[in-house]
């Protein structure tokens, strides 16, 4: 018997091999992106890496698997390595304390080095487009989390391509400046709520610097509220997509 019987009883002994030997990057540790590493750390995925800036604040705790009075003030990636090497001591946690940039996105995929997945949970436009143009040269399987505030159905989540996609003001945007790159398909996990309370509405001409500024200022995003069940039930079936389609069980 070992951590991962019962998963191993599920889907094999050989597929739970290939998630031992998996590496999968996620950037963003929050809502999403927690719940997201601690799914994927419980299934066993051997190698994880985190890449995050921030630390765990008050207003974390009403959502994310990190956030306790017991971690306020500390890195993201700190306590979600802590956190995974509790339920999986034997992973390999490798984390980045930074800012995804445009410009820095390269040197910082050069220290990460080869991956299987890529996991966008990350808020800002420019970072997340820049992270999809990555992954489209590099050829890297990529999805990437879209809005999941002011919500309060998780059941309305979908995963498809972001082609497929309406309703959701943050996909108009990616679709819209990925066309510009490019890029025609993403796969995005998304959900057909209007948002609980209004986000101000973009411009059909808005594009990335315009996202980007309402996101600073407050416009798009003023401090989205968020409720337990919502957030992490996007987390939760992000890393379900991921491991299946990593053991083409999809």
Same mark, same amino acid.
């Given at each position: 018997?070992?951590?991962?019987?019962?998963?191993?009883?599920?889907?094999?002994?050989?597929?739970?091999?290939?998630?031992?030997?998996?590496?999968?990057?996620?950037?963003?540790?929050?809502?999403?992106?927690?719940?997201?590493?601690?799914?994927?750390?419980?299934?066993?995925?051997?190698?994880?890496?985190?890449?995050?800036?921030?630390?765990?604040?008050?207003?974390?705790?009403?959502?994310?698997?990190?956030?306790?009075?017991?971690?306020?003030?500390?890195?993201?990636?700190?306590?979600?390595?802590?956190?995974?090497?509790?339920?999986?001591?034997?992973?390999? !946690?490798?984390?980045?304390?930074?800012?995804?940039?445009?410009?820095?996105?390269?040197?910082?995929?050069?220290?990460?080095?080869?991956?299987?997945?890529?996991?966008?949970?990350?808020?800002?436009?420019?970072?997340?487009?820049?992270?999809?143009?990555?992954?489209?040269? /590099?050829?890297?399987?990529?999805?990437?989390?879209?809005?999941?505030?002011?919500?309060?159905?998780?059941?309305?989540?979908?995963?498809?391509?972001?082609? /497929?996609?309406?309703?959701?003001?943050?996909?108009?945007?990616?679709?819209?400046?990925?066309? /510009?790159?490019?890029?025609?398909?993403? /796969? !995005?996990?998304?959900?057909?709520?209007?948002?609980?309370?209004?986000?101000?509405?973009?411009?059909?001409?808005?594009?990335?610097?315009?996202?980007?500024?309402?996101?600073?200022?407050?416009?798009?995003?003023?401090?989205?509220?968020?409720?337990?069940?919502?957030?992490?039930?996007?987390?939760?079936?992000?890393?379900?997509?991921? !491991?299946?389609?990593?053991?083409?069980?999809?």
């Amino acid at each position: 018997m070992h951590e991962f019987s019962r998963t191993e009883r599920l889907i094999g002994t050989e597929n739970q091999q290939r998630l031992a030997d998996a590496s999968i990057a996620v950037f963003g540790v929050g809502g999403v992106g927690s719940h997201c590493i601690e799914a994927l750390a419980r299934c066993g995925v051997g190698h994880l890496i985190l890449i995050d800036n921030d630390v765990v604040t008050l207003t974390n705790i009403n959502r994310q698997s990190i956030a306790c009075h017991s971690t306020l003030g500390l890195p993201k990636v700190q306590v979600m390595k802590d956190r995974i090497h509790d339920i999986n001591p034997g992973a390999q !946690v490798d984390t980045f304390q930074t800012f995804v940039l445009p410009e820095t996105l390269d040197p910082l995929m050069a220290a990460i080095g080869s991956v299987d997945y890529l996991i966008d949970a990350i808020d800002t436009v420019s970072a997340k487009l820049a992270i999809a143009q990555f992954a489209h040269d /590099k050829g890297l399987s990529l999805i990437s989390s879209m809005g999941t505030g002011n919500k309060l159905h998780g059941e309305l989540f979908e995963i498809t391509d972001i082609s /497929k996609t309406s309703v959701c003001p943050l996909c108009r945007v990616m679709r819209r400046e990925l066309k /510009k790159m490019g890029i025609r398909h993403l /796969k !995005v996990l998304y959900s057909k709520e209007p948002p609980t309370i209004p986000m101000a509405a973009l411009g059909e001409n808005d594009g990335r610097e315009a996202a980007d500024s309402a996101l600073a200022a407050g416009s798009l995003r003023p401090v989205p509220g968020s409720i337990s069940f919502v957030p992490p039930a996007a987390g939760l079936l992000i890393a379900g997509e991921v !491991v299946r389609e990593l053991l083409k069980l999809s």
